[in-house]
């Protein structure tokens, strides 16, 4: 579901006492300490015959893809934004990315949602070994053209592509979803997608932003191992994020079996509290802990075997 008009005009235009609050918050971190992931994970011990996954921190996960290495929107460093020299316009970490770039094992997949700042980041881009292959929205490959990755590709909807890695193959097909992938004001042509990630018969699904959509085609190829979905964010931007109960909702229609979520504990985008997220997705799971596959920064998730 592409966005509407009526979204569009709403998004675009912030209340001054919103502009303002914002400003405040940004004052406000810049004093304030980044304090270590509670998790580091050790992709070195990681077996080539298992998925595992880790989440680094808002909507960046590590994840072995029975041996291919998938690295999804990278953001390493303490801010995102607009780079101005040795400065970054843009919000502050409340918690350090899991990995630094040095720690990262080779990237064989990176996978881009959209073109918001905290979630295409040059300067994080920059550090990526160049023979990954990246994969990108409709219309976004141009903001990153000056890095000289071996391929880039933009994927639009419903497009669906094999990829050769030095590890292996990999179907990767674009879904539909619910946000906008403008990187400033009037750049609205952009993409935003949604990716299944398909190998050895298994499936992962990486939704990037999205506000409440019906995500059952996303488990039209069958049914999903590992569901990464964003939960934060939702207030007051309900147009473009969804609830941690909406995530848990889309998750079940689209036949996921484990759920990570993402964009929470990292960046602060909005006005609800910083831990609400993760407590209303807990609840939101209460009757089937089992199914959450990590909710702290670092964190790994190993798949079961079935």
């Not at 004052?27 to 992709?43: C, K, T």
Request: charged letters at 20%.
């Amino acid at each position: 579901m592409s966005e509407t008009s009526e979204e569009r005009k709403a998004r675009g235009g912030i209340p001054f006492a919103r502009r303002l609050r914002l400003v405040r918050m940004i004052v406000a971190d810049i004093a304030r300490a980044v304090p270590p992931a509670p998790h580091h994970p050790q992709p070195s011990t990681w077996r080539a015959d298992q998925i595992t996954a880790a989440w680094l921190g808002h909507a960046t996960v590590l994840v072995n893809f029975l041996g291919l290495n998938i690295l999804t929107d990278p953001v390493f460093f303490p801010r995102c934004g607009i780079h101005m020299g040795p400065l970054t316009l843009g919000p502050k970490r409340h918690v350090a990315c899991a990995l630094q770039p040095d720690e990262l094992p080779p990237i064989d997949l990176v996978l881009l949602s959209h073109a918001h700042f905290d979630h295409l980041d040059m300067k994080s881009l920059q550090r990526v070994n160049r023979d990954a292959v990246v994969v990108t929205a409709r219309d976004t490959a141009d903001i990153f053209r000056r890095i000289p990755f071996r391929q880039v590709i933009e994927l639009a909807w419903n497009e669906t592509l094999e990829i050769q890695t030095a590890h292996g193959s990999v179907t990767l097909a674009a879904f539909q979803l619910r946000h906008w992938g403008a990187r400033m004001r009037n750049d609205d042509h952009r993409g935003y997608n949604a990716y299944l990630i398909e190998r050895g018969g298994k499936r992962i699904c990486f939704t990037g932003d999205t506000a409440r959509i019906d995500a059952h085609h996303l488990g039209a190829r069958g049914p999903i191992d590992l569901m990464i979905v964003p939960i934060g964010a939702y207030h007051p931007w309900i147009r473009s994020h969804c609830t941690p109960e909406e995530a848990v909702a889309m998750s079940n229609e689209a036949d996921a079996r484990f759920i990570l979520p993402i964009h929470h504990q990292t960046f602060k985008l909005s006005w609800e509290p910083m831990d609400e997220p993760i407590a209303r997705f807990h609840k939101a799971l209460a009757q089937e802990p089992q199914r959450i596959a990590a909710t702290q920064i670092g964190e790994t998730f190993v798949l079961p075997v079935s």
